[in-house]
Structures are given as structure tokens and as C-alpha cells.
């Protein structure tokens, strides 16, 4: 049984959970997980509930430093620190130190305890909740990692307030996707306005359980939670493209929803979605996502990365496509003609906006 569902609580009070959790689990000493701006905007909201004696190990922001380097970093303060086995950790920030935090942590000492207290939309909704931790590696996103659950996810929408509006769309491109793979009442809902009015005390809770619910049914990923995957065979190849070959690297959300564009598009020509479905999944995405146009010189890299996904079995890209909005099929096989066609119709629906 998986047991995640117990261990998401929302809360206005982060600082009151976290000290009861701490209570619960009778750690040895803390250690707190923090980027620059996690510390700044964050840290004061739960420091009240940490011990004295914690550990404070701060990283740098960003995608960038999802790597083994910074485990370095992270595994040496542990160890400069004397942390035991009784330890637990506390990682506080986005998906970067939600991912990351959480590997070093299951790593350490072959594996301590940890809390995850996500400040994005995105690691809200999505990256704390699973189980899924890794880092970057060689030029591939989440390469090297591993499943294992946090002992207790702490979500509170308060960190919304200082995030940029730019992460805050980011995310809401998961939550889409979690309304168009399985719940079209809440894609009705959400559809009614656009991201920056969006009531997020009702909204994060809702994707959070779409989320859990075919998680908890698939944990290890054999079929179900392959649905997750929508819009992420294209748009994660776009966003690791861009991460390694461009100059303004997109966010994952935004490489997402372009992905999302793309796979609805194949949906249609391969999954039966109709053609009012599609248009009106396409054109919220498109009125709420500032879309790259992807240059020609791009397609090929892009759909050598579709091949390299980890969803993939013997060489065939297999992506996850809608049927209807709140409903789809996974392990749908795409061609190198296909990826070409729906990232060049992608272009060609953005362009006529
Ligand atoms: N494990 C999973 O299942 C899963 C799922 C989706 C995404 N991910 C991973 O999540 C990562 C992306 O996560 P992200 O979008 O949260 O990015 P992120 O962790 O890089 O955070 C985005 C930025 O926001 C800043 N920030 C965080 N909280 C803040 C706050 N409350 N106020 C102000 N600034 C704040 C961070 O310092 C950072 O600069 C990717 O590495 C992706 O692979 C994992
Ligand atoms: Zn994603």
C-alpha cells in the first residue's frame, strides 16, 4: 500500500505542521534544504518550528544545478555535520530541491528520513507527489534517480505569494494536464478563467488528489501513471533541447504545455479526440502559455531526445494521448514521421494565432 495519501496535509500553517511532524518523528537533529530564494522567502515562514541546532545547507537556484555536484555539496555538509541515521531532512523550495533534497536524502547513509515542503505551483501539484527523486545527468533530465516517498508532504499556497509569475504559469501547466488526461469537470472549472485568476486553495488540493489517485494505484510506473506522461514526450524533448542548446532556457511547464499542443494534436489524428475537443484544449493552452515557435533546425535533435525518453520500451517512442478531455490512452506508438508532423502543425496553430 502506498502511503503518500496520508502524508499530504494543506495548511496555512506550515510552521505548526512541520513541528508536529518533527514531533512525530523524534529526529536525531534537522537538516533544511534551501535555495537563495527559498531562504529569503520561505525559510521565515517555518523557521519558528526548527531546533536550535539544525542545519541550514544552502544551494544555488536553478535547473542547472540539479546535478551531482551539488549532491556533493549537500551529502558533504551532512557529513561535516556529523548527521546520523536519526536525522531527518527538510527539503524546502521548488522541484529542483524537492527532487534533488530527496535523493541525497534516500542516499545518505543508504537513506534518512525526509519532508517535503514544495514553495512552487508546479512542486505543489506535481513533483512532490510520487515518490520520483533524481538529478540531471550528461545532458538528460532526471537521469539518474530513484522512487521513494517523503514521510510527509506539507503544502501551503502562502509560498505562492512571492513567486514569479512566470513559475506560477509553469505550473499551471500540470495542472491542466491533470484536468485534460482525467477530469473534464475540472478542466470545465479551470477553463472558465485564466491562470492568474485561478482560486488556488481549491485548485492545488483538486490536482494534487488526481494526481494521488493514479499514483497510488501505480506506483512503479507499469502502465497507469504513464497517463501522467501527457504532453511530456514532446515537451520534455523540447525542454531538454532548449536546457542544453539555448540561450533562455524554457521552464518545464512552458515546454510542457507546447508538448501538450502537440500531443492533442496527435490525439486527434491518432486517438479519436474530436475537433472540438481539441480546439478548445488548444486554445486554452494558447491563451495561457507564451509559446516558442520551434525553428526547423530544431526537429531533428528534438525527435532524436522523444527516442531517449525512459517511457520508452525497444527503441519505439510510446507517449500517452488523449480520447477525450478527462480521458486517455498510454503506450501509443509514434513514428519519426508523426513527432515531425505534429512539432511542424504546432508551429503552424501558434503562428496563426
Ligand atoms: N518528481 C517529479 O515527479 C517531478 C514532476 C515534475 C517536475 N519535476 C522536476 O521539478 C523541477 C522543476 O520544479 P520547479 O518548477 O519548482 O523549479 P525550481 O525548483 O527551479 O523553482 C523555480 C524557481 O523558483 C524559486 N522559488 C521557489 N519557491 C519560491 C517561492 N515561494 N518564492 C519565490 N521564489 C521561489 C526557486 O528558487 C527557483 O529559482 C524540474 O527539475 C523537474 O524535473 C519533478
Ligand atoms: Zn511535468
Known amino acids: 500500500m502506498n502511503k503518500s495519501i496520508h502524508d499530504i496535509i494543506f495548511t496555512d500553517k506550515p ?58 555539496e549537500i551529502w558533504k555538509a551532512l557529513t561535516n555535520q556529523a548527521f546520523d541515521r536519526k536525522g531527518v531532512m527538510v527539503n524546502l523550495g521548488g522541484g529542483v530541491i524537492g527532487d534533488m533534497g530527496g535523493f541525497c536524502a534516500a542516499t545518505y547513509k543508504r537513506g534518512i528520513r525526509f519532508i517535503n515542503m514544495p514553495t512552487t505551483l508546479l512542486a505543489q501539484v506535481d513533483a512532490s507527489i ?10 538528460f533530465k532526471n537521469h539518474i534517480g530513484m522512487f521513494r516517498e517523503p514521510d510527509s508532504v506539507i503544502i501551503s499556497t502562502i509560498f505562492m505569494d512571492t513567486l514569479i509569475d512566470r513559475e506560477i504559469r509553469s505550473g499551471f501547466a500540470e495542472v491542466v494536464k491533470h484536468a485534460l488526461i482525467s477530469d473534464s469537470m475540472h478542466f470545465e472549472d479551470i477553463s472558465r478563467n485564466l491562470w492568474h485568476k485561478q482560486n488556488w486553495h481549491e485548485v492545488v488540493p483538486h490536482s494534487v488528489t488526481i494526481k494521488e489517485n493514479v499514483v497510488i494505484q501505480d506506483p512503479q510506473e507499469q502502465g497507469l ?3 501522467l506522461n501527457f504532453g511530456h514526450t514532446i515537451g520534455h524533448a523540447i525542454e531538454t533541447h532548449y536546457l542544453n542548446h539555448a540561450d533562455n532556457p524554457l521552464l518545464h511547464g512552458e515546454a510542457i504545455a507546447m508538448g501538450m499542443i502537440a500531443e492533442t494534436l496527435l490525439s486527434s489524428k491518432k486517438c479519436g479526440l474530436s475537433q472540438d475537443e481539441s480546439q478548445s484544449a488548444i486554445s ?18 528534438i525527435i532524436n531526445l522523444t527516442i531517449q525518453d525512459k517511457k520508452n520500451r525497444n527503441g519505439k517512442v510510446l507517449s500517452t494521448l488523449l480520447q477525450k478531455i478527462g480521458q486517455c490512452a498510454f503506450d501509443i506508438e509514434l513514428s519519426k514521421e508523426e513527432l515531425y508532423w505534429a512539432i511542424n502543425e504546432y508551429n503552424r496553430k501558434i503562428s496563426a494565432k
Do not use: W
Not at 24 to 34: D, I, K, Y
Not at 130 to 139: E, Q
Open 15 to 72: 510552521a505548526s505542521v512541520l513541528e508536529e511532524k518533527l514531533l512525530g518523528l523524534q529526529p536525531s537533529r534537522v537538516a533544511v534544504l534551501v535555495d537563495e530564494n527559498t531562504k529569503k522567502h520561505c525559510l521565515p515562514f517555518i523557521e519558528k518550528a526548527l531546533p536550535h541546532d539544525h542545519v541550514l545547507i544552502e544551494i544555488e537556484s536553478g535547473e542547472r544545478h540539479k546535478n551531482l555536484n551539488t549532491c556533493i
Open 225 to 227: 501513471r504513464k497517463t
Open 130 to 139: 510520487g515518490g520520483k527523486l533524481g538529478i540531471d545527468f550528461d545532458g
Open 284 to 301: 486554452y493552452l494558447m491563451d495561457n502559455f507564451p509559446l516558442e515557435r520551434i525553428p526547423e533546425k530544431f526537429f531533428d535533435a
